[in-house]
């Protein structure tokens, strides 16, 4: 069966960078694009982005473009999300969640990791 | 990319049927028939309940249903349970692997 396992809870200070990875299992994992979603508390879904894991091509929200990176590694089936310079108002938790291939038919997610930003 | 427009809440009593709109342009909405739906329970990772406008996932009821029109997408949820009280986001293609969600809508179940 299809999984996403996330890496646990993380409290950054303002400035600092986080890494939250997705660690993928029971699929072909070069063959289905991967989203990351972020939610504040109390707040909507927000799209970060996609990476396309076979060739490692990415496209991020304009208004992350700057501070978000999204990574693979195949050997290990594992999706990682760098977000930089960090903010208070970057406390969410983050997801990722698979792209069954009908562009955005995201049946398959991640836990979800909470990122605390505070001084 | 703007967020898609929905509604904050929606409500019905049980059994009835409860419409959720989401509005964007043609960029978006109006321009792919690339919709989907997601219902979300507190404290829980969303859960797929509609895709590509109008089809569902295994497993999900009959009772969710969707359609598009012009540059709005609408999800119904007919027979309203308990369960069905949730928070509801569409999600819409916006071309060039982008993507965009709604500002989502409760859904109380009087």
Redesign the interface.
Known sequence: QVQLVQSGAEVKRPGASVKVSCKTSGYTFVSHHMHWVRQAPGQRLEWMGIINPSDDTTTIAQRLRDRVTMTRDTSANTFYMELSSLRPDDTAVYYCTRDGGVYGDCEYWGQGTLVTVSS | ?S?LTQPPSASGSPGQSVTISCTGTSSDIGG?N???W?Q?HPGK????VI??VT?R?SGVPDRFSGSKSGYTASLTVSGLRADDEADY?C???AG?????????TRVTVL
Do not use: M
Not at chain 2, 45 to 48: G, H, N, R, S
Not at chain 2, 96 to 104: D, E, H, S
């Open positions: 990319q967020a792919f690339y919709v989907s997601y979300q990772a969303p859960k797929l895709y590509e089809q996932p986001y999600l819409s293609f060039r692997n982008i993507y965009v969600f709604g500002t989502g």
